[in-house]
């Protein structure tokens, strides 16, 4: 399988240390995240900088992968990454993340590191005639034990089917 050219949509603020353990899975085509600094670099510029930013990088990926937490359903720029995945036609789907750990919070009980689980952020979003953008967008539910290897040993499957179902 060749290595697709991704974008992740997740809440930075919430989920960035899960976030980086996925990217160093290494099935996919380097997608570099942006750093704090540059990110606020191109928040201080405003909406139409943040769009445009999203746009620019969305551009070339053939599929968006949502890492959902525990508040990335409630995120405005997440809620536009899928909606313009969609209209694009790009490959979409989510994963949840909340049993990966995240180191800062470790040795916090009773999760130790993991999180609560977030809402389906494809629940949010519906189509003219009433259906949720969930009964055709898959939210993954990796293995909570082994959640690491579940989805390494998945993420480029699932990734083969959400751009087959959008041709």
Request: charged share 30%; proline share 5%.
């Amino acid at each position: 399988m060749p290595k697709r050219q991704i974008f992740y949509s997740f809440h930075y603020d919430k989920d960035v240390f899960r976030v980086h353990q996925i990217r160093n899975i290494g099935a996919l085509e380097e997608n570099k995240p942006v750093s704090h600094n540059d990110w606020e670099a191109v928040k201080k510029g405003g909406d139409n900088a943040i769009k445009r930013w999203i746009d620019d990088n969305m551009n070339y990926r053939s599929c968006v992968v949502v890492l959902v937490g525990i508040e990335t359903a409630n995120r405005p720029w997440v809620n536009y990454e899928i909606r313009k995945a969609w209209a694009d036609g790009k490959g979409l789907l989510g994963i949840y993340i909340d049993d990966l750990k995240d180191p800062r919070f470790s040795n916090i009980p009773p999760l130790y590191g993991k999180s609560n689980r977030g809402a389906n952020p494809f629940d949010k979003i519906s189509f003219a005639d009433g259906r949720k953008l969930s009964s055709v967008v898959k939210c993954y539910t990796p293995s909570s034990t082994d959640t690491y290897n579940s989805i390494a040993n998945n993420l480029e499957n699932w990734i083969e089917e959400a751009i087959k179902a959008r041709k």
